[in-house]
Nanobody
Framework: QVQLVESGGGLVQAGGSLRLSCTASGSISSYDIMGWYRQAPGKQRDLVAIITRGGSTTYVDSVQGRFTISRDNAKKSVDLQMNSLKPEDTAVYYC?????????WGQGTQVTVSS
């Protein structure tokens, strides 16, 4: 069994910053891709940023230049530094891990940005 434990969500004013962290544990020895998705009320879950084990990154256009994803391969962890937050960034953020064509999700952490 694989668990993804997230932390770091919360309430912040527009223009502020938050840092999300996620660590994988359990019966998994490595990963191919880790990252973050988000889901706003009434909307589908969308990609925010992902990073491969080799360090290649992909960001959705709306967060490019504001968010930075990083990883620690030894710890099987991924962080998302979110700066210049906007009200439209408000959502539940889910950690994501892909390994050998299997995918795993965290339980989600709420990020709320007030205007």
């Amino acid at each position: 069994q694989v668990q993804l434990v997230e932390s770091g969500g919360g309430l912040v004013q527009a223009g502020g910053s938050l840092r999300l962290s996620c660590t994988a544990s359990g019966s998994i020895s490595s990963y191919d891709i880790m990252g973050w998705y988000r889901q706003a009320p009434g909307k589908q879950r969308d990609l925010v940023a992902i990073i491969t084990r080799g360090g290649s990154t992909t960001y959705v256009d709306s967060v490019q230049g504001r968010f930075t994803i990083s990883r620690d391969n030894a710890k099987k962890s991924v962080d998302l530094q979110m700066n210049s937050l906007k009200p439209e960034d408000t959502a539940v953020y889910y950690c994501y891990l892909q390994y050998t064509f299997r995918t795993y999700w965290g339980q989600g952490t709420q990020v709320t940005v007030s205007s």
